[in-house]
T-cell receptor, first 117, second 115 residues
Framework: DAGVIQSPRHEVTEMGQEVTLRCKPISGHNSLFWYRQTMMRGLELLIYFNNNVPIDDSGMPEDRFSAKMPNASFSTLKIQPSEPRDSAVYFC???????????????FGPGTRLLVL | AQSVTQLGSHVSVSEGALVLLRCNYSSSVPPYLFWYVQYPNQGLQLLLKYTTGATLVKGINGFEAEFKKSETSFHLTKPSAHMSDAAEYFCAVSGGGGSNYKLTFGKGTLLTVNP
């Protein structure tokens, strides 16, 4: 199993540019999460998809952030325009949601380290 | 609402010594509790989790944790630290109800192992 795949692993961009982060969940998983990790705020859930449908986007910081999941094997997180305060590590995680939910393990990708200058 | 408090942002031990990382949680519903480990420049990896049943949970790499409801704690231990255990450790809680997909993480504890 390849695990959760994220690209790029590192991204350096200038303020105002568009940034697109990509995620391929584990095959067979039907839930996908985007997290942001910073020193100040720790790990924050940005958005949660179930069966490709956004269920909870309350963690998305503002309208500059958007996420899509066009199919079960691909998701994007877009920041437009980017700002220096968006600099963070962005993680994608996936989970196979059965009848339970709360106890089922989320599997994390390696993350994308974003630096906005 | 759920929350997690990890006592000590940085713990330093000698190789071979006991590792104890503390986690206290707050939850209005029976919690499910997790410990994740993050090695440098990597994603989070599940160490162990408590769902129901036996309160002492064994995980990978010799780690274990005990759920103590009366103390609202889920401390992580390992009898003998190894250099390869140096990493950041996150405690997390999830629960039932409409937000049973949410994992609430603590701030993390950085473990340093000295030779």
């Amino acid at each position: 199993d390849a695990g959760v795949i994220q690209s790029p692993r590192h991204e350096v961009t200038e303020m105002g540019q568009e940034v697109t982060l990509r995620c391929k969940p584990i095959s067979g998983h039907n839930s996908l999460f985007w997290y942001r990790q910073t020193m100040m705020r720790g790990l924050e859930l940005l958005i949660y998809f179930n069966n490709n449908v956004p269920i909870d986007d309350s963690g998305m910081p503002e309208d500059r952030f958007s996420a899509k999941m066009p199919n079960a094997s691909f998701s994007t997180l877009k920041i437009q325009p980017s700002e220096p305060r968006d600099s963070a590590v962005y993680f994608c995680a996936s989970r196979k949601q059965g009848t339970g939910g709360a106890w089922e393990t989320q599997y994390f990708g390696p993350g994308t380290r974003l630096l906005v200058l | 609402a759920q929350s997690v408090t990890q006592l000590g942002s940085h713990v330093s031990v000698s190789e071979g010594a006991l590792v104890l990382l503390r986690c206290n949680y707050s939850s209005s519903v029976p919690p499910y509790l997790f410990w994740y480990v993050q090695y440098p420049n990597q994603g989070l990896q599940l160490l162990l989790k408590y769902t129901t049943g036996a309160t002492l949970v064994k995980g990978i790499n010799g780690f274990e944790a005990e759920f103590k409801k009366s103390e609202t704690s889920f401390h992580l231990t390992k009898p003998s630290a190894h250099m390869s255990d140096a990493a950041e450790y996150f405690c997390a809680v999830s629960g039932g109800g409409g937000s049973n997909y949410k994992l609430t993480f603590g701030k993390g504890t950085l473990l340093t192992v000295n030779p």
